[in-house]
């Protein structure tokens, strides 16, 4: 009996001694960091801020879909088949489970969370410049919110902290209205704290804000308050048009003298991933404008021929504007004219309109390493040309409208279109309104902004085949998103 | 081919010579070991002498073991089967012989001679099976087992101890590999989850996986026990939810002299069939039509001089060795006991011959026991494996074999236009992705070089009668260095994938690349447990068991590649010689670790009542590491019931010898997951996930951040399984027929899946959640038929039936897509709910557009001519669109069987083994289809015009095909269903009067042809396509089973 006594106690001492430790986990013994390792050093936060920016460049859909819902633009590609989101956009044959729309969504509020964690945990150091780096977090949460709103109207809103598994489902939509005085208070927020410049190049800036700021109170119909705001910008002279119109869109004229804010690409981390073909450093939306098969010696490299130029775009565009051959190139006559450059392409297979988005068409040794996924080119999300313009129809249609100063402005954009003041505007009222948004249709087309002008000034239903007042000024909500959280569709899907 | 003949004889040849080096070393080096074990016996005080022969054919009887319990001494039968040994009367006398029953002989009279009768074992009704931490007598269990024995295994030797359950155990799905060495799909009763099934393997108790079977030599396998039911595989808890394979290797026999085993075969291995594809001046007549059809010009204007060109499948396949030589000795004293074995296993692939594929395995194994004391026994088990590899690019677009299919025909097989680069010659055709197979091989190095070590050490203390503790500690230390090298290439002036010019040059940006990694894994159990068995009033028995169980296993790796090796050259590849450096990417470095941890406390009761009623309970608490913080523990337990019928006393049949009617319920667990906690991420991309955390500032490098990458689930936990198993066991006509069959369903709940969380919380890692649920259920049955028909002639025949249906029951609706294959780019597997597991999803066709009216009239699809296929608008939207896909096939089968037959005539043994597979569809995806790449046969009946065809599998034939006829649909669905003769083999036993020799006791030499017949519809290479739950049935240009002639030398001494 005394050995039986031995080995079970034996026995129990090994049941029972540190059993229950022996299955923990810790995340350091596979040397991964968490949540616990971080904010300790300032570096942690200028980290995670970086990494707040990073869905920005993964939007690059957003600007290709304001100009394929309108009339500026048609989705081409090879076939019906090819780009099936951007094709139901192009038809207003949009379903719910749009993947384009999916994707802008799920980027958007990855951003937002990206931000939110910071807001969450912005308690636990202080240290010199934070303020001014929260400056950027709010900016971005308002840029991530905006898009959402423009895209979707009421949508969740949550600001506290990042969500967490046991978040999914809690969400309802939240009014517009709400959203929109997030956004506000967001960038009132960080006009406060953001310095006028960085050394950085696309840093956001106090400009930048201000200008998105106009820019929302615009889309608010708040006349006034976006005069006021955009005037900011103007007044200190921190900004010029850049004078040869074509420059704009070079490498060359990357973060120029133009520029208020821009998304930033880069091939210089050349990017593989073909299962999230969107969220690397290239911008992918330069990729798909291009002409197919290109050959040929011209400073063009081809691509899937989508985002293709109306016609009516091109003859949108007086005689004498510098801005057609910019934003348009018709690649026959360009062929036609230029025979040395032996160029050969392929036709676009569907939706053929002859023309190319020539702002953002790709461009030989511009990309690196999957050739289609890494092109450099930045989005001039923000010019000053736009910050002009927005200026002038908020002045024009102010409670107390000032067309003079609308007028100086719209034609600072002319001058710069024609190179003369002989195409100068006069009109006023109404008028000057109409002639505004034309302008803005002209001077940023296939730059992602004409669907949503149209839809804010109330012409789109006009303008737009396919739009239906009602339904149309917003997209449906992802269907993956009501299925599991159980939100309300937008009218009409 | 006489040339071939003379080569093949002479390689023979000089094998057996080889062959006879081997034993003579290996008889030298046993020789010595055995002098030292058995220097003893000496003569005293009465001999007596007795002769001993087979009771069943008279036969003396020579090397029976003769022991003397009394005086503790022992000797051994001569030739003719006697022995003397010194013995007074009343002195118990035990005799073992391998294959015999154990007899005891009590000594009458010293005087006589004793005439000895030894019967064979009555297996049936003795067997001992091994089941979790003990072994249980075949006839109480009231679980379900199927049990492989080592003379089966011994018969096949299979390179993959998995292999020899393919068709022998019911209840077990193998689907092979041909690629040498590599892993086959193994699914005990149906795929239950989609994170993997690949049942736990045990060997001598000490856990391993599947993969670790690549490393035992079959000729130590005692039994293989597959535990298929929860009452067996319930003691295994939270890893015994695909099933346990419980592994025994021999060990050595008291009080027996050594006997030595020595076998030694030698295969040729060939190619089975050729896939049809298209010839010279066919494929050139073809890509004009397509090219003309159009609008383009005629490629080739001269038929006439084309002939059939190569067949690049004449040139990449080789007939390939396959050797084997194993020597076993074991015996054993009064305290020890041993086996020993050395083994060497060397198989050579048929794709590119044994430089570029091969497999070559040295093994030893030591298994001894010691009687310390008497109460205290140490068990040592140790084996160590070496093996050598190297492999060829396969079953994917670019593999060898895909290469080959699709390369260009017209173009002779060496280079011929001088003063260009490159052995092998070029296609001007084709520019991208498929290239000469050829240079392909020649630029194909890479070897892996793995050394393992594995076994126990167990202590075990009798502390009293009945009770016994043991304390066992088992480990898996494996170690595996790789490299490969990936030189720069020359597949053309216009391939996108030369890297070098034509003059030989390296084109700009190109380099060429070494890659090495050092893999380390360390696994251990260390296991206490008690077995108490005990009988109460003689009838009630209890066996039961008690312990505890630590386990731990651990991997890392690191691994490095450096570009730029010095002259382009295998002989320099080595990352010490390479110049590339870090600055311009000529550098990397990679790096895992992984770590697995569990402990346990498990128990089991099995009782019964006159082994006519049989209960047993089992219980399992584990705890795994993998698990959230809320769910570290979890319990299994089961229960199983038998009534041994045919023991009752009412029971009158005289038929039916035995009858056990079985049923059990239980739970079992699955723990494929890691753990799972909220992890920060730095970096600038995270591959396949998207969340990348990189951006750039103005001109300045791409600046590095940081984000949440993946969400931690505190809950998370094991996906419970139930399974219900009811079956019976039979034996009738004096034993000589047997039955055993089983129903089965497992019904698993917490379904470890991907949940559907809210969009709005971003990109982040979805952690795998307690999801969703399965339902697997089947029948497993044998029928075995055993007789001795007369003196000559034995017999021995067993079928087996294999079912398993599957069903994903729920899932949130989510979907998992795998099964990736590059023609065109998409997943073609999923698991999905309401489907079975794994199943193939496309497009329905129905038959071919024969006019444009017929377009006109038919629902929506764009771009479709005359001669297009014709899509089936399933969900009847009018519209032929993504949506209309649908369940196309699936590639597991509905049932298996297994047949095995073999028959003994005097001297000569035959056996056969059949495997039939019923059901399973194959994906036919090495077609690579681009304008110039070349064609199968089926091409040749295309449509060319109204009427002319009507068969999907045979659209009108275009280089432009905006219909996308290659989309991934049923046109590529074949019934994979096979009956594959894969073992027949014919032995003949020297009879021991036919040689002087004293040395040997039996000597046997066969002939053995493995895969020697396939009968089947499918058109490719072979129908039996392995790949886990995802890729099984998708046939990329899988390596096919090759079939091996071989022949071979048994014998005992």
Not at chain 1, 94 to 111: A, M, Q, R
Not at chain 2, 1022 to 1050: H, K, Q, V
Request: charged share 20%; hydrophobic share 35%; glycine share 8%.
């Amino acid at each position: 009996m005394k050995k039986i006594t031995i080995i079970a106690s034996f026995t129990i001492f090994l049941m029972g001694s540190s059993c229950n430790k022996f299955v923990d986990y810790n995340p350091h013994e596979d040397y991964q960091i968490t949540s616990a390792d971080y904010f300790k050093l300032p570096s942690d936060y200028q980290s995670l801020v970086i990494g707040t920016y990073s869905p920005l460049q993964w939007l690059w859909a957003d600007p290709v879909i304001g100009d394929i819902a309108s009339d500026n633009s048609v989705t081409g590609g090879e076939n019906a088949t090819d780009e099936v989101g951007l094709q139901q956009i192009d038809d207003y044959t949009i379903v719910s489970n749009n993947s384009y729309l999916t994707e802008s969504w799920k980027d958007c509020y990855e951003g937002i969370n990206r931000a939110n964690y910071l807001q969450e945990n912005k308690g636990k150091l202080n240290f010199t410049g934070k303020e001014a780096l929260y400056g950027q977090v709010y900016f971005l949460r308002a840029y991530y919110y905006f898009e959402l709103v423009k895209l979707f109207g009421d949508v969740p809103l949550f600001t506290d902290h990042r969500l967490t598994v046991s978040d999914s489902k809690k969400y309802q939509r939240a009014p517009k209205a709400d959203v929109y005085k997030q956004i506000e208070t967001d960038l009132t927020n960080a006009i406060a704290v953001l310095p006028v410049t960085n050394t950085e190049k696309g840093r956001v800036t106090k400009y930048a804000a201000q200008a998105l700021l106009g820019k929302v109170y615009l889309y608010e119909n708040k006349f006034d308050a976006s005069a006021a705001m955009l005037e900011n910008v103007i007044s200190n002279g921190a900004f010029s048009l850049v004078p040869n119109f074509g420059d704009i869109f070079l490498q060359a004229g990357e973060n120029g003298s133009e520029s208020v804010f821009e998304i930033q690409y880069s091939n210089g981390s050349p990017f593989y991933d073909w299962t999230n073909p969107g969220r690397g450093q290239g911008n992918l939306g330069v990729q798909v404008c291009g002409i197919r098969n290109l050959t040929g010696s011209s400073p063009y490299a081809s691509g899937w021929s989508t985002n293709l130029p109306t016609q009516d775009l091109a003859k949108a565009f007086t005689t004498g504007d510098k801005r057609k051959d910019v934003t348009i190139l018709d690649i026959e006559a360009y062929k036609t004219a230029n025979p040395g450059l032996n160029i050969t392409y392929q036709v676009a297979p569907y939706k053929n309109t002859g023309l190319y988005n020539q702002k953002y068409l790709p461009r030989k040794g511009e990309t690196s390493g999957q050739v289609e996924l890494n092109y450099l080119n930045n989005n001039r999300t923000i010019r000053y040309a736009d910050v002009l313009l927005m200026a002038a129809e908020a002045n024009n249609r102010a409670s107390s409208p000032n067309d003079t100063k609308a007028l100086s402005y719209i034609n600072k954009v002319r001058q710069r279109a024609f190179g003369d003041a002989n195409h100068n505007l006069t009109g006023t009222g109404a008028t000057l309104t109409q002639a505004i948004w034309a302008e803005r249709r002209l001077e940023l087309a296939m730059e992602g902004d004409r669907f949503f002008d149209l839809v804010r000034t109330g012409q789109a239903a006009t303008k737009i085949t396919g739009f239906k007042t009602g339904r149309n000024e917003v997209f449906p909500i992802p269907q993956q998103e009501i299925d599991i959280s159980g939100l309300n569709q937008n009218p009409g899907y | 081919m006489g040339l071939n003949e003379n080569v093949k004889q002479s390689q023979v040849f000089n094998h057996v010579n080889d062959c006879i080096m081997n034993l003579k070393v290996k008889l030298m080096f046993l020789g010595i070991l055995i002098c030292s074990f058995f220097l003893q016996l000496n003569a005293q005080s009465v001999k007596l002498s007795g002769r001993v022969k087979n009771k069943l054919t008279g036969e003396a009887l020579s090397g029976v073991t003769v022991l003397n319990t009394k005086s503790h001494k022992s000797t051994l039968t001569d030739e003719k089967g006697g022995f003397s040994i010194q013995a007074e009367k009343g002195n118990v006398l035990i005799l073992t012989y391998v294959g015999l029953a154990t007899l005891k002989y009590t000594v009458i009279d010293v005087a006589q001679i004793a005439e000895i009768a030894m019967e064979e074992e009555n297996k049936k009704m003795e067997e001992v099976i091994v089941i979790g931490y003990g072994t249980q007598k075949v006839t109480k269990v009231s679980g379900a087992i199927s049990t492989i024995k080592s003379a089966d295994i011994e018969k096949l030797k299979p390179v993959r101890a998995e292999d020899a359950l393919q068709g022998r155990a019911s209840g077990v799905n193998v689907i092979s590999s041909g690629s040498p060495g590599t892993k086959a799909t193994v699914l005990i009763r149906g795929i239950p989850s989609y994170s993997g099934a690949d049942p736990v393997v045990v060997v001598d108790g000490v856990t391993q996986t599947l993969d670790d079977l690549n490393s035992i030599n079959s000729a130590d396998i005692e039994t293989i026990s597959v535990l298929k039911d929860a009452a067996t595989t319930a003691i295994y808890g939270v890893k015994g939810g695909n099933g346990v394979i419980v592994i025994t290797t021999k060990s050595g026999r008291k009080n027996n002299k050594p006997e030595f085993n020595f076998s030694s075969s030698y295969g040729i291995q060939q190619l089975a069939r050729q896939i049809g594809v298209l010839n010279a001046t066919e494929y050139a007549a073809i890509v004009n039509e397509g090219s003309l059809i159009s609008g383009g010009n005629v490629i080739y204007p001269d038929l006439s001089k084309l002939g059939v060109g190569t067949n690049w499948q004449d040139q990449i396949f080789k007939n390939a060795a396959m050797k084997s030589h194993s020597i076993t000795a074991r015996g054993g004293g009064e305290k020890m006991t041993y086996f020993l074995a050395a083994a060497y296993t060397g198989q050579d692939g048929i794709v590119g011959g044994g430089d570029k594929s091969y497999f070559n395995r040295y093994n030893t194994t030591t298994n001894l026991s010691f009687d310390l004391t008497d109460k205290l026994k140490l068990v040592s088990n140790t084996s160590f494996t070496n093996i050598k590899g190297g492999t060829v690019a396969e079953n994917s677009i670019n593999s060898v074999i895909s290469n080959a299919l699709n390369f260009d025909p017209t173009v002779p097989v060496y280079n011929n236009i001088p003063g260009t680069y490159g052995k092998y010659s070029v296609s001007n055709n084709i520019l991208s992705e498929i290239y000469n197979p050829l240079t392909q091989l020649d630029d194909t190095h890479n070897q892996t070089n793995t050394n393992k070590l594995y076994g126990k050490i167990e202590l075990q203390y009798q502390v009293v009668k009945n009770l016994k503790f043991t304390s066992r500690y088992g480990y898996t230390y494996t170690d595996v260095a790789g490299k490969s090298f990936t030189p720069l290439s020359y597949y053309g002036d216009s391939h996108i994938n030369s890297t070098l010019n034509s003059d030989g040059s390296t084109r700009s940006g190109s380099h060429n690349s070494v890659y090495q990694n050092h893999n380390n894994y360390y696994n251990y159990t260390f296991e206490n447990f008690i077995n108490y068995n005990v009988k109460i009033n003689h009838d009630h028995a209890f066996e039961t068991v008690l312990g505890t169980s630590m386990a731990k296993v651990t991997g890392s790796s690191i691994s490095g590649s450096r570009q730029d090796v010095p002259f382009n050259s295998w002989d320099f590849a080595d990352i010490s010689s390479a110049t590339g450096i870090a600055t311009n990417s000529g550098i990397s470095l990679g790096e895992y670790k992984y770590e697995r941890r569990n402990i346990s406390f498990f128990g089991r009761i099995n009782y019964d009542y006159k082994e006519k009623y049989l209960v047993s309970f089992t219980g399992r608490r584990d705890g795994s590491y993998a698990f959230g913080t809320k769910n570290k523990f979890g319990f299994f337990p089961s229960a199983s019931l038998g009534w041994v019928v045919s023991s009752e006393k009412f029971y009158k049949l005289k038929v039916i010898d035995f009858l056990k009617i079985r049923g059990s319920m239980g739970t079992t667990g699955n723990e494929n997951v890691t753990p799972q906690f909220q992890q920060i991420t730095t970096g600038i991309y995270m591959y396949n996930v998207g969340q990348n955390s990189g951006y750039t500032f103005g001109n300045n490098p791409t600046s590095v951040g940081s984000t949440i990458s993946t969400y931690a689930n505190d809950a998370l936990s094991w996906e419970k399984q139930k399974q219900l198993n009811v079956g019976f066991d039979t034996r009738f006509l004096n034993n000589k027929f047997n039955i055993s069959f089983d129903y089965y369903e497992r019904k698993i709940s917490g379904l470890l899946f991907v949940p559907s969380l809210s969009l709005y919380l971003g990109t982040a890692s979805v952690p795998s959640s307690n999801v969703g649920t399965t339902k697997t259920s089947g029948i497993d049955a044998s029928i075995g038929f055993t007789d001795n028909i007369n003196k000559n002639l034995k017999i021995n025949t067993n079928l087996n039936f294999t079912t398993a249906k599957n069903l994903v029951t729920y899932t949130n609706q989510g979907i998992i897509e795998d099964g990736y294959y590059g023609i065109p780019s998409q997943s073609i597997t999923r698991f999905q709910e309401g489907y079975a597991p794994g199943y193939f999803y496309g497009y329905k066709t129905a038959g071919l557009f024969q006019t444009q009216d017929e377009i006109n009239k038919s629902p929506t699809q764009s771009n479709a001519k005359p001669g297009d296929i014709k899509y089936v608008d399933v969900n009847g939207d009018g519209l032929i669109d993504a949506k209309d896909r649908t369940q196309i096939g699936n590639p597991f089968p509905k049932f298996t069987m297994g047949w095995s037959l073999s028959l003994t005539y005097k001297a000569f043994d035959f056996s056969s083994f059949v495997y039939i597979s019923v059901g399973n569809d194959i994906y036919r995806a090495y077609e690579r289809n681009l304008a110039m790449t070349n064609k199968f046969r089926g091409v040749l009946g295309r449509w060319t015009g109204p009427g002319s065809t009507n068969d999907a599998n045979n659209p009108r034939y275009t280089f432009v095909d905006a219909n996308n006829n290659t989309r991934a649909s049923d046109r590529y669905i074949e019934d994979g269903s096979f009956a594959k003769l894969k073992d027949v083999q014919l032995g003949y036993t020297v009879p021991t009067k036919l040689y002087k020799n004293k040395i040997f006791s039996k000597i046997r030499v066969y002939a053995q042809v493995k895969n020697a017949i396939t009968l089947t519809k499918y058109s490719g290479y072979d129908p039996e396509i392995s790949g886990g739950i995802f890729n099984t049935g998708i046939d990329r240009g899988a390596y096919p089973l090759a079939r091996i002639y071989s022949m071979g030398l048994d014998c005992k001494f």
